[in-house]
């Protein structure tokens, strides 16, 4: 009698001991639901941010721009400038035209001080991509699909340096060249991202240099407390 009493008071606690192990398993699961939860709000509350940082700094430009007779397309939700490249260079040239120049004269300065007139503006933007696109019509006695798109790519990107280099030479308020410095990069696009309209690719549209604004981006590991580190483990 007094073994199968042992026997069952063990069997008692082995019981009580996964009963207590699924219970606290059960409640950490329910801690890390709620944390999770409270990290993806922020999260999305920061990206939302972002998205009307972004948004402001555009509406602001494009008023800017129409105050002093400036034709720009300005995507008021990203920020995005469209630039035709009828407005900067001669047909298949990369260098500016003087017309060009005279646009850049009066655009650049508005647009840096849309950009950077407001420090706490200023101080969320990351980057300002000069972005060099054409068209997909082709060179003359290129027939390779590859060597097309090449040479897109190098016109793309002189187009998107040359206006960078100018910006230089524009009446900005120099003391915006240290901030600058710091954020400005240029690419090229090549014809990988056409302009479509009904269905068909628009070329003259499709041909254009693009202003945007990288504003600095929250990440998720930072909501749910995770460090690059321990990412790379």
């Known amino acids: 009698m007094i073994r199968r009493y042992n ?11 996964w009963i207590t192990m699924s219970d606290l398993l059960l409640g950490l699961a329910v801690i890390f639901i709620v944390l999770f939860v409270l990290a993806m709000t922020g999260f999305a509350q920061a990206k939302l941010k972002e998205q009307a940082l972004k948004s402001d700094i555009a509406k602001s430009l494009a008023q800017d721009l129409q105050q002093n007779n400036i034709n720009a397309q300005v ?58 696109h054409t068209d997909s019509q082709l060179f003359g006695g290129v027939s390779s699909k ?12 002189k187009r998107a340096n040359e206006v960078a280099k100018y910006i230089f030479y524009t009446p900005y308020n120099k003391a ?12 090229g696009k090549s014809f990988s991202d056409p302009v479509i309209i009904n269905g ?34």
């Open 7 to 17: 026997l069952q008071k063990n069997d008692t606690q082995e019981n009580v001991f």
């Open 176 to 187: 915006y060249s240290k901030k600058l410095f710091k954020m400005l990069v240029v690419e």
């Open 146 to 157: 590859e060597i097309q798109f090449s040479k897109n790519m190098e016109l793309s990107a």
């Open 75 to 132: 995507d008021l939700t990203t920020g995005v400038v469209k630039l035709s490249d009828l407005q900067l260079f001669e047909v298949g040239s990369w260098e500016l035209s003087p017309k060009g120049k005279e646009f850049l004269n009066k655009f650049i300065p508005v647009y840096l001080k849309a950009v950077f007139s407001n420090d706490k503006i200023a101080s969320k933007v990351e980057n300002i991509i000069i972005q060099g």
């Open 200 to 233: 068909k690719e628009d070329f003259d549209k499709s041909r254009r240099v693009e202003l945007k604004l990288v504003v600095k981006s929250s990440n998720l590991q930072d909501f749910m407390g995770i460090s690059q580190n321990e990412l790379g483990k």
